[in-house]
């Protein structure tokens, strides 16, 4: 515990303080004031001019707030944001989020602006987080700093995935998106530039949070490439850490382990370098917010072999063709199920049905058979993960299918993955999978690959348990 | 021309008979006969015991019916539909669609049923298509036998795709979820069990018809492996054919050309056949639609270089990861911005802009500053397509980017791919785009293959043009 930042009062802060909190109707100020102002916490507004913001009385300095202030969000251009920065460091407030770009990203002037922030840690001990992002959103305690969103409140659905990212935009596109069909957030953390707090001090917070059950990382460079690596490690010994990591074609940054501490290299190398400290690589935000949701949706996987129950031949046909090319890292295989699955299948469903791996129990399937089926197969020995394909077209089919589904993954120790299509109702039914716990995708391909980031999981952590 | 079945009568029939239309409401007799006649062409309508549905007169029978007319749609059970068939071609009527399904693909009993279908064509000329499809829809002619359906009217948009499915449920599930954002068909063709008209038919039909301009089939056994091919090569010299053969790997069929003129093989020889006759092939449906949708909306790529713009640098680098990473057959490479073009950028943007590829415009960009990236971008001799990434949460940046960027995508000769992420409204966004002429995806994974897909195709002409 001893490297781990405490980070606590800034992710759940008694008192904020807001430099540059205004009553003007949609500035960054006001929106971030108005977020925090839900989080129920006293709230110190500081402006030159302004009086009371929203039934708040305004300081009009940092030296005139009261003592005790756990977190200070400057939202102040550039230059005041440094000046603010260090008057809330002379006042010992020990968590800061400076909000403004304008620092390192925009040159050699604004890297000038930003190492005067560098220094305030070092002669303050207060610690920033930022500048140039939108700072952290924690769900379960209403602290929400995000001044652009269009998750609208889909976001704020709590849950147990860390999603730590460098960049604002990844964060909240990906998120946003993602949102649509049910995302379960801990923690929303934006690094931005990274002129102190940084992905290691928080990989190592939530590594021991027992609210987090997945960290999901979005990095474009690694500060502490070592330390990190051990850091995720460990990490891994108790929950998942999904990592992105931009930028390594040689266009963009090199990455692994050296002599260095920083990451370089062949994208070959990394991912065994990554693989080798329980690591799980995805390669685009699409892929870290499937990961993470799977990760913390289902239990984890004993082998790598895949029944697939659809009531479309087709879906069938193309989910084993995907399971059996096997181009990622986690080889997946068709599960073959026992005679007395089949046999089970067979008694439970319609006589022209395929009781084979891929199930095909046709259009003319009900919601029984389909359970039945669902049963038999998560009964088998020889199967270890199942994907249900599940429309509404066919006529006997119904929204009941989705709670039938849900009650069985409930129940089993395997997971159940989830596949529809309903046209513009799509997200609304994968989001009815999602509040009743399972975890859907609307490709079969992203259902694949679902089951593929289980089975790489449990390598993962096979691996470095040894 | 000597090989063609014309389909013009089944696909833009002067009367239609329905044989099983009744007055039960959500019945498929019911819903296929409301379909048909929003067509405004005469309709016969065929029960024994209705007198009238909707106002129009019922046929006690098929022999009641009057001479000459050219589709009959038969919604009775399978037993039923034999029958009715047989009676149909005996009044010398050209063109049958046979709804049921209860056919081959229950096994030996439903196999002598069909057996009995296809004895028509050779006794009676007859043609069929199906058993067990959802017959056609053909959105220009209001003509529509499809009975399940959820693009809801989106699907009714109408466009260059023939659409040419063996699996109807496959057909309406990728339809019905790609008609969100837009989707321009053509045709939809349901082939079902292919008692008589197959792929081949409808491919040689599509690569003469002037109003396609692409041509997609799922298919999981082709019927005529050589001719197939061959007709592929012909019809992939004036437009595109993609192709999704499911069932690929082990477990499913095998797949290339042999002397028994079935496909069989590995699937990396599969491939190289397929690429031989000018096939560019698909691995789901997700993929069929992306692939289609990008060959009709955009004009054809001249090499592989992508210029990436984008308001988010995370994107333009995880663009650039998915770009060089070149996991798909199509290579694709970073373009790199000739002198003149960056300085053009520089000129027009903010200090702090990248104006190397990837463009990264930063949060503060504005329209204009982005219209003139890209007319800069488009007038780069070293560029083949742009990839532009566009989110609406920068402030300055507006719904009007769509408008502009449709604007120069229309101008000019080369390719102009959207990528956007909106949360709750990204569907509505992309569809904005397609209404625009501008074809669109979600994710940057799927944005990059759009642009593999156009730079696949250029290859595909130029080999099987030499």
């Known amino acids: 515990m001893n490297n781990i930042t405490n980070l606590k009062t800034l992710l759940s802060p008694r008192t904020i303080a807001v430099i540059g909190a205004t009553n003007k109707d949609g500035s960054i100020g006001r929106i971030i004031f108005e977020n925090l102002l839900t989080s129920g916490r006293p709230l110190f507004p500081v402006h030159p001019k302004e009086k009371e913001i929203l039934g708040v009385k305004v300081f009009p300095g940092i030296k005139e707030l009261p003592d005790g202030i756990d977190l200070a969000v400057i939202v102040t251009g550039a230059e005041n944001s440094v000046a603010a920065a260090l008057e809330c460091a002379n006042k010992c407030i020990p968590y800061i989020i400076v909000v403004a770009g304008g620092f390192s990203e925009i040159g050699p002037q604004g890297k000038e602006l930003e190492d005067r922030l560098k220094e305030i840690k070092v002669k303050f001990g207060s610690r920033i987080l930022g500048p140039n992002t939108l700072g952290i959103f924690v769900p379960r305690e209403r602290i929400n700093t995000i001044f652009v969103e269009h998750g609208d409140k889909a976001l704020a659905g709590g849950g147990k995935i860390a999603f730590i990212t460098q960049s604002g935009s990844v964060g909240i596109e990906a998120l946003g998106l993602a949102s649509n069909t049910g995302f379960g957030l801990r923690v929303f953390v934006g690094l931005g530039n990274k002129c102190d707090l940084d992905e290691l001090d928080f990989l190592r917070y939530f590594a021991e949070d027992k609210d987090t059950d997945c960290i999901a990382l979005y990095v474009e460079n690694l500060g502490h490439g070592r330390k990190f690596l051990a850091a995720a490690k460990e990490a891994s010994l108790v ?228």
């Open 239 to 466: 929950k998942p850490v999904v990592l992105l990591k931009a930028g390594q074609t040689p266009a963009g940054a090199r990455a692994v382990m050296s002599h260095t501490g920083r990451l370089a290299g062949s994208n070959e190398v990394v991912d065994g370098a990554l693989r080798q400290y329980g690591i799980l690589r995805v390669f685009d935000d699409e892929e870290l917010c499937d990961a993470a949701k799977t990760l913390v949706m289902c239990p984890p996987a004993k082998g790598n072999r895949v029944a697939i129950i659809t009531p479309g031949g087709g879906y069938g046909v193309m989910g084993s063709d995907h399971i059996e090319t096997n181009r990622g890292v986690a080889g997946l295989s068709m599960a073959e199920l026992s005679h007395a699955t089949r046999e089970c299948i067979r008694e439970a469903t319609l006589p022209f049905a395929s009781c084979r791996n891929p199930v095909d129990l046709t259009a003319s399937t009900t919601d029984e058979m389909y359970g039945a089926t669902l049963d038999a197969a998560l009964d088998d020995d020889g199967v270890d993960i199942v994907i249900c394909a599940v429309f509404f077209s066919p006529p006997a089919v119904s929204a009941v299918l989705i709670a039938e589904i849900a009650q069985r993954a409930a129940e089993s120790a395997k997971p159940v993955i989830a596949f529809t299509k309903y046209g513009p109702f799509t997200d609304l039914y994968l989001r009815r999978f999602y509040d009743a716990g399972v975890v859907g995708f609307p490709s079969i391909s992203r259902a694949v690959k679902a089951a593929r980031f289980l089975v790489e999981r449990a390598g993962l952590i096979s691996a470095i348990r040894e």
